[in-house]
């Protein structure tokens, strides 16, 4: 293997562990009944750079994505009581995206300016 490709899979391993981090830190926020929506959302769309901020949403739009993909495809392994209601719909959005978006079924892939 050469050095170029070690490096390049030290990147996605950093990469990837990034992810986890904040997808940890985002549950540990969220995981409080009391959770400041409004203060993350104020930060995100008034704070953050906008090159940033289209970041961001394509991270929420393909979570949005993939959850509605989710129920559609394989609900029983993913949801239940507890969140079927916020997979349901994520569905709808799913659903009324690819028909209406510019982009079609990848509408969650914004690009980045």
């Known amino acids: 293997m050469e050095e170029h490709e070690k490096q390049e899979i030290k990147w996605q391993v950093r990469r990837r562990q990034e992810a986890v981090k904040l997808a940890e830190s ?21 704070c953050t750079h906008r090159t940033l ?4 949403l394509k991270l ?3 979570l949005i994505d993939v959850c509605g993909d989710r129920y559609d ?10 969140n079927e209601l916020s997979y349901r719909m994520c569905s709808q959005i799913r659903k009324a995206m690819n028909e209406k978006s510019p982009l079609g079924d990848r509408w969650w892939n914004q690009p980045f300016i």
Do not use: C, P, W
């Open 73 to 82: 495809n394989d609900r029983s392994r993913y949801t239940d009581g507890r």
């Open 53 to 56: 901020q289209q970041s961001a």
């Open 60 to 62: 929420i739009f393909k």
């Open 26 to 46: 985002l549950e540990h926020f969220v995981n409080d009944m009391m959770f400041d929506a409004d203060s993350f959302i104020e930060q995100l769309t008034r």
